[in-house]
């Protein structure tokens, strides 16, 4: 059977393209290149960067968000290294050099300024651009994830949602433990046939080990993490019924930030839910990057 994750890519990626989207590929440097879906034509329009979670590649993550915002916004969606089309021969998996590359890849671009969207892994490595490069990125949208992967939080995470570690949820093995994953991840499973989990499966199966190298780079003792201070604004937008950051976490991130932190949250909605509840996701983000642009066009 044919993956009908492949056939509904090739027709999203169709779609995106009606919208005014096409796909580039970026050389970073020697042996490093960055996949990266871009606006057709530059405008003067506000650039949002969406960042994705560990899993699905960027385009499959925001596909709603940029049928949302293609229109008013100069929308960029890069895949993370090794995922997507994004690879490198650099031994460097921290979220660091993802957000040297994301940085990068956006400056040759023409990016001068930009607002970025992540969520989960995507939020902690938007966290690393904000701090290397506050000069690129003027604010942020954050949703389910953490400023940095600590010990301590690691271990209330994975005591939730009953894992060992990171490997044995992000990195499912077979389709049955990947169903499991996306059930924590969601406040309700749509009820889905056997052979689209093994499908999904299928299409997330490349670059395990350096899958799970990036994952084992993410965790930091907690001695080692010190909170930097941001001077973007950060607009903190979670799913209350999140199972792996909770909004305790959510609160915790917030005062962490401190007071050019905001925060909102969508009710039945976990983890993933800029897709579990895309409708809903996409009215707040609008209102929350209207707002965010209009203070940045004050302050420039």
């Known amino acids: 059977m044919v993956n009908i994750i492949t056939i509904y890519k090739l027709l999203l990626h169709g779609l995106l393209k009606l919208v005014g989207m096409t796909q580039r590929t970026i050389e970073i440097k020697p042996g490093t290149i960055l996949n990266i879906w ?13 960042l994705h979670p560990f899993g699905f590649d960027g385009i499959l993550t925001w596909q709603f968000q940029v049928l949302a915002l293609a229109k008013t916004y100069e929308v960029y969606v890069p895949d993370f290294l090794f995922f997507g089309g994004s690879v490198t021969d650099m031994p460097d998996r921290t979220a660091s050099f993802q957000a040297e590359c994301m940085a990068k890849g956006l400056r040759k671009l023409g990016v001068e300024k930009c607002t970025l969207v992540g969520v989960s892994y995507g939020g902690m490595v938007g966290f690393k651009m904000a701090e290397m490069y506050p000069d690129l990125v003027e ?26 570690s990171w490997v044995d949820f992000l990195l499912p093995k077979t389709a049955d433990a990947l169903k499991v994953q996306l059930d924590i991840a969601c406040y309700k499973l749509p009820t889905l046939p056997a052979f689209v989990y093994k499908h999904i499966l299928e299409a997330l199966s490349d670059h395990r080990k350096e899958r799970t190298e990036l994952t084992e780079a993410l965790v930091i003792s907690d001695k080692e993490f010190s909170i930097p201070h941001f001077s973007q604004k950060i607009h ?20 962490q930030v401190g007071q050019n932190a905001t925060m909102e949250s969508i009710e039945k909605a976990g983890h993933l839910v800029n897709l579990e509840r895309p409708f809903v996701y996409n009215r707040q983000l609008k209102t929350i990057l209207a707002s965010l642009v209009h203070t940045n066009g004050q302050h420039n």
């Open 38 to 50: 871009v606006p057709k034509k530059t405008t003067k329009k506000h650039a949002v960067v969406l």
């Open 139 to 164: 604010s942020m949208v954050v949703t389910c994830s953490v400023m940095g992967l600590t010990e301590s939080v690691t271990n209330a995470a994975l005591e939730r949602i009953g894992y060992e």
């Open 236 to 255: 903190l937008l979670w799913g209350e019924n999140d199972k792996i950051f909770d909004m305790q976490v959510a609160r915790n991130l917030k005062e």
